[in-house]
Nanobody, 121 residues
């Protein structure tokens, strides 16, 4: 089992930026970011393959968020620009034990504890 630790969340005004990090205790294959607002399901945000060459985004964040990874550091990042109040949620990173991008929570094997992102209007 891989341990995942997110960081970088916080409070930001609408239009601002945040960069989330997810440090893994070991090697990971495909990684993803999800978010969950109170009373809602955990929603897919972005995913990246081990190579970093293939990424996939939810329509709601496309063009504003960028997922990347540094395999030498076993770390995945989520750069969030032009933030909106509706981006407010707890953000989770997740890891798969197999290759291939995935967009549903059940396709991931390991999860971090989450980091809160709050965007004020």
């Amino acid at each position: 089992q891989v341990q995942l630790v997110e960081s970088g969340g916080g409070l930001v005004q609408a239009g601002g930026s945040l960069r989330l990090s997810c440090a893994a205790s070991g090697r990971t294959f495909s990684m993803g970011w999800f978010r969950q607002a109170p009373g809602t399901e955990r929603d897919f945000v972005a995913a990246i393959k081990w190579s970093g060459l293939n990424t996939y985004y939810a329509d709601s964040v496309k063009g504003r968020f960028t997922i990347s990874r540094d395999n030498a550091k076993n770390t995945v990042y989520l750069q969030m620009n032009s933030l909106k109040p509706e981006d407010t949620a707890v953000y989770y990173c997740a890891a798969r034990k197999i290759l291939g991008l995935a967009t549903t929570p059940t396709q991931y094997d390991d999860w971090g504890q989450g980091t809160q992102v709050t965007v004020s209007a």
